[in-house]
C-alpha cells in the first residue's frame, strides 16, 4: 500500500508548514487518474498523525476528475482512465487534469496571548 507512505509524506510537510502550530484542518486535492485511494490516505491519516500537531486534524479530500486535451481538434475529453478517445476519433490526448496530488489547504489553531 503505497498510499501509507504518501500519508507521512503528508503529514511531514503540513507539520513543518504548521511550524509547532495545532492543525485543526487539512484540505487535499486527488485526482482520479493518480493511482492513488482516497479512502486508504484517510484511514492512514489517523494512524500517521498520532502524536503530530495533526492529531485529531479533520482531513477533507477533493477528487478531481480526469481530462484530457485532443492533440488533433484541440477539445478537452472527460476521462475516466487515463486514455481515451475525441469525439473527432483521434486517441492522441494529453492529460491535464485527474494526476493531481495537492495540499490545497491547512488550517491551523490560532492562540491569542
Same mark, same amino acid.
Given at each position: 500500500?503505497? =498510499?501509507l507512505g504518501i500519508t507521512q509524506?503528508? *503529514?511531514a510537510i503540513v507539520a513543518e508548514h504548521a511550524q509547532g502550530a495545532k492543525v485543526k484542518r487539512v484540505l487535499l486535492e486527488i485526482g482520479k487518474l493518480s493511482a492513488i485511494m482516497p479512502d486508504a490516505i484517510s484511514f492512514?491519516?489517523?494512524v500517521v498523525s498520532q502524536g503530530t500537531v495533526l492529531e485529531g486534524a479533520k482531513l477533507e479530500i477533493q477528487e478531481i476528475p480526469g481530462l484530457g486535451k485532443c492533440r488533433e481538434c484541440g477539445a =478537452? *475529453?472527460?476521462l475516466d482512465v487515463p486514455f481515451g478517445i475525441c469525439n473527432c476519433g483521434s486517441?492522441? @490526448?494529453d @492529460?491535464?487534469?485527474g494526476e493531481e @496530488?495537492?495540499?490545497k489547504e491547512i488550517e491551523i489553531e490560532e492562540i491569542c496571548v
Open positions: 500500500m503505497h =498510499e509524506n503528508i *503529514v492512514c491519516f489517523d =478537452e *475529453v472527460p486517441m492522441q @490526448l @492529460l491535464i487534469a @496530488l495537492k495540499i
